[in-house]
């Protein structure tokens, strides 16, 4: 039977009705999926980037987190180097202070006079020279002068060899110095200098520890006392 041409239009139309809707759910399937492929790669890089973003910032944490105990670090030095400078300044002025008393020692004659020939007998223990010339203060040429004989005797004495001591008349201790001799042997090539300052700086050497323990106390991070 021959199909007429409202026939024909009819299956036509449901041809192309049912070719559309296929269509449309094919558009609709790819459009589902290009909205999840969008979503799954949209979530992928805001992960990447969020983990980019921490890690960019946990290095800037560490960063100024050491920048924090390099600068804490420096500030504790810095303190540290102060107080060690307060107190050797003030380890410095009690020396200071003791030269300075050591000066007045001078003033009492009785009592200097003692002191300066025990100063030449130590100085003439460690020449052991034969000839030496003594240098003093201008000011205590007299007094010099007037120990030097019992010196010489002690000497000789303990020592049993005789010596002779020429007083350098022109080239003076420095008049600012505390008293005390300088003996010079071998043509100058030996000097020992005996002098108030020079025993003070030898005990000081010895006795700086005990000032400093004496002063500030015990440091507790010291491992050795020598």
């Known amino acids: 039977m021959a199909l007429s041409d409202a026939d024909v239009q009819k299956q036509i139309k449901h041809m192309m009705a049912f070719i559309e809707q296929e269509a449309n759910e094919k558009a ?3 459009d589902a999926k290009a909205e999840e492929e ?5 979530g992928r890089l805001v992960q990447q980037q969020r983990l980019k973003i921490m890690e960019y910032y946990e290095k800037k944490e560490k960063q100024v987190e050491l920048q924090k105990k390099i600068q804490s670090s420096n500030m504790l030095n810095q303190a540290r180097l102060k107080v060690l400078k307060v107190r050797e300044d003030h380890v410095r002025s009690v020396l200071d202070e003791a030269r300075r008393r050591l000066g007045e020692v001078t003033k009492n004659p009785t009592e200097y006079r003692v002191v300066l020939q025990k100063l030449i007998v130590q100085a003439l223990y460690q020449t052991m020279e034969a000839k030496v010339i003594l240098r003093c203060r201008q000011v205590d040429l007299a007094l010099v002068n007037e120990v030097l004989p019992p010196s010489v005797e002690q000497y000789k ?3 049993g060899k005789d010596v002779v001591i020429s007083v350098d008349t022109e080239n003076f201790l420095p008049p600012d110095t505390c008293g005390g001799v300088e003996l010079i042997a071998l043509n100058g090539r030996v000097k020992v200098p005996n002098t108030l300052e020079s025993r003070l700086e030898l005990i000081s ?6 000032i400093r323990n004496a002063l500030f106390g015990t440091n507790p991070n010291r491992k050795f006392t020598d």
């Open 38 to 42: 969008f979503n799954i790669e949209k």
């Open 28 to 30: 609709e399937e790819i």
């Open 205 to 210: 050497q010895q006795l700086v520890p005990e």
């Open 157 to 159: 004495a303990n020592i």
